[in-house]
Nanobody
Framework: QVELVESGGGLVQAGGSLRLSCAAS????????MGWFRQAPGKGREFVAT????????DYTDSVKGRFTITRDNAKNTLYLQMNSLKPEDTALYYC?????????????????WGQGTQVTVSS
């Protein structure tokens, strides 16, 4: 079993930056692809970014390309999301997830393990 705990969320002004972390415990996730998703009030959970097991391949939703960067440190069993140039439309509850496969995927159904989420609020 894998437990995921997100941290690093908060309130920031538009144009600011935040760095989210996702610490895994229970077993190593070094062989698993991982991802970040978000859910705004009244909306469904949407894909943000994903990374393969080694960190050599990544994918992003178009709205965050060039602003967000997903990375991982397998020695620390931790996933990160660096978010720059934040916009009010980035406001959401951000979740990290892990899938029992080494290759990344954009679909929520592809992920077996989920954290509880960390709130990101961007003020205009």
């Amino acid at each position: 079993q894998v437990e995921l705990v997100e941290s690093g969320g908060g309130l920031v002004q538009a144009g600011g930056s935040l760095r989210l972390s996702c610490a895994a415990s229970g077993r190593t996730v070094s062989s698993y692809a991982m991802g970040w998703f978000r859910q705004a009030p009244g909306k469904g959970r949407e894909f943000v970014a994903t990374i393969n097991w080694s960190g050599s391949s990544t994918d992003y939703t178009d709205s965050v390309k060039g602003r967000f960067t997903i990375t991982r440190d397998n020695a620390k069993n931790t996933l990160y999301l660096q978010m720059n140039s934040l916009k009010p439309e980035d406001t959401a509850l951000y979740y990290c997830a892990a899938r029992r496969s080494s290759s990344y995927d954009r679909g929520t159904n592809a992920y077996a393990y989920w954290g509880q989420g960390t709130q990101v609020t961007v003020s205009s």
